[in-house]
Nanobody, 123 residues
Framework: QVQLVESGGGLEQPGGSLRLSCLAS????????MGWYRQAPGKQRELVAR???????NYADSVKGRFTIARDDRKHMVDLQMNSLKPEDSAVYYC?????????????????WGQGTQVTVSS
């Protein structure tokens, strides 16, 4: 069973920093595409950042230069370092994995989601 468990959300002031972590289990982590998405009230879920198996990264324009995604294939973790936070960064942040389960049966790459962690940026 694939599980993604996020941690690190909370309340931060504008200009501050937060670090989100996602621990993955039950998935072939080394080949998985890992990402962070967010969803604010009344808005659609949107991609924040993702990191490929080879380490290449993509970022939403709104977070470029402020957020950094990184993966640790030994620990099966993906982190999102968020700096220079803005009120518009407030949302529920979800960890996403696009990969194969570690156990059989396998049906190719599938999407998996964590339960989400709340990030609130406010003074």
């Amino acid at each position: 069973q694939v599980q993604l468990v996020e941690s690190g959300g909370g309340l931060e002031q504008p200009g501050g920093s937060l670090r989100l972590s996602c621990l993955a289990s039950g998935i072939i982590f080394s080949s998985a595409l890992m990402g962070w998405y967010r969803q604010a009230p009344g808005k659609q879920r949107e991609l924040v950042a993702r990191i490929m198996a080879d380490g290449k990264t993509n970022y939403a324009d709104s977070v470029k230069g402020r957020f950094t995604i990184a993966r640790d294939d030994r620990k099966h973790m993906v982190d999102l370092q968020m700096n220079s936070l803005k009120p518009e960064d407030s949302a529920v942040y979800y960890c996403n994995a696009f990969g194969e389960p570690a156990t059989l049966p396998r049906h190719g790459f599938e999407d998996y989601w964590g339960q989400g962690t709340q990030v609130t940026v406010s003074s």
